[in-house]
């Protein structure tokens, strides 16, 4: 029995390597083709990515890699006749079967592992990469398309000439309702400081304007910009998708605070307006903005509990795969990889990821509790043990 199980783990452990090596390596590739084509970055820039965006190929490849590999062996078994010659022996097949299962949970938690990586430091990582590289990006995109702009900046020249930008025109949104502030100069130079996180933009020889107040500078004037400003990647971002697990419970009890707080407010506001008389401001028009604003951070602490179980169900989604390809694999009794493999693919396509996602943006919305969102994980599962049970009985 030993032998057999060294046998078929094995045989799993070298089809799972070498496509996930394949299968990384091709995400890898398509992932930082995407951010360069996205940010305009140069090689260097691409390369100090790799290792920020390589748990993120990994945690997409490895569950699809683990079926591939059961259907690849299992199938081939199959198709050979070896399974047959274990019934013909006396041995279930399951005797086969437990190895891959095993296996799948080992893997199952370092996907896990990975899914919490990819989320926390990796796209953190990516972030800082692209906002350290700012001035270098805007340089780059301003030399190609003579114009970079994000939600708060815009920068359009005529050329650029080394680290000189002539006749610029730049736009400032400050946001809120302070005006937009428009620069044109006969030329401009970017100072990018990572360490303090800032963008310095000197202007020579121009025009600055105000809203509609508009003067004239013949000298220099410098504007000093926040990196996250210009940078198409915000390094504090708040989602919840991107907190490690280990901040989940602090950051569940900071949220819940501030909903009180923004509550409490409300309730505060009202309360002075009926003592002072101002009952206009206690109709249900006048707390529209609280009411949103505590409507959108209860769908943050919604998103905040779900993330958990979210990323364990995409890890154990491996012991589910498992579970459906190695017994449709030996029914199949397919030699060829590639048919095995896609044919054990399409019903989890069909039915294990609509239902996963339906769970998820259920949940998101507060319509379903978090545990649901393992409601795709569990019916894979109780399809997969039914299969298994038609295999060892027949």
Not at 30 to 38: D, M, N, R, S, Y
Not at 148 to 158: C, E
Not at 253 to 272: C, F, N, P
Not at 295 to 314: D, F, K, V
Request: charge should be positive; glycine fraction near 6%.
């Amino acid at each position: 029995m030993k032998i057999l199980s060294r046998y078929v783990l094995s045989e799993l452990l070298q089809v799972f390597l070498v496509a996930l090596t394949a299968l990384t390596i091709f995400m890898l590739v398509v992932g930082l083709v995407k951010e360069a084509q996205q940010q305009g970055l140069g090689l260097m820039q691409i390369a100090a990515l790799i290792p920020y965006v390589l748990p993120e190929a990994m945690r997409f490849a490895v569950p699809g890699t683990m079926l591939f590999a059961v259907a690849s062996v299992f199938g081939r078994m199959s198709a050979s006749n070896e399974l047959t010659a274990l019934k013909a022996a006396g041995i279930t097949p399951m005797a086969a079967i437990w190895p891959a299962i095993v296996l799948s949970v080992l893997v199952s938690f370092v996907s896990v592992w990975l899914n919490d990586v990819a989320v926390s430091w990796g796209r953190t990582g990516v972030r800082r990469v692209i906002v350290g590289s700012v001035e270098e990006i805007i340089y780059g995109r301003l030399r190609q398309q003579r114009s970079y702009s994000t939600a708060q900046i815009s920068i359009n020249v005529k050329s650029v000439e080394g680290r000189k930008l002539l006749r610029p025109t730049l736009s400032f949104q400050p946001g809120g309702s302070s005006p937009a502030v428009t620069v044109s100069a006969a030329e401009a130079e970017l100072r990018a400081d990572a360490a303090a996180g800032t963008l310095t933009i000197i202007c020579r020889d121009g025009t600055l304007q105000v809203g509609d107040v508009k003067a004239v500078f013949p000298d220099t004037i410098e504007r000093v910009v926040p990196l996250d400003a210009v940078s198409r990647k915000n390094i504090n971002s708040l989602s919840p998708s991107d907190i490690p697990m280990a901040d989940f419970q602090s950051a569940r009890i900071e949220q819940i605070e501030k909903i009180d707080q923004i509550e409490q407010v409300s309730a505060g506001r009202t309360a002075l307006a009926m003592l002072a008389g101002r009952m206009d401001q206690t109709v249900p028009a006048a707390t529209d903005w609280d009411r949103e604003m505590a409507r959108h951070e209860r769908s943050r602490l919604n998103r905040i509990i779900m993330e958990p179980w979210r990323r364990w169900a995409n890890g154990f989604s491996c012991v589910c795969f498992v579970l459906v390809g190695a017994p449709m694999a030996i029914r199949m009794r397919n030699a060829d990889f590639l048919t095995s493999f896609f044919l054990c693919f399409l019903p989890i396509l069909v039915v294990y990821y609509p239902i996963f996602m339906l769970g998820v943006s259920r949940v998101k919305a507060g319509g379903l509790p978090p545990p649901a969102v393992w409601t795709a994980n569990i019916l894979i599962m109780l399809w997969g043990l039914w299969l298994l049970r038609r295999v060892v009985r027949n």
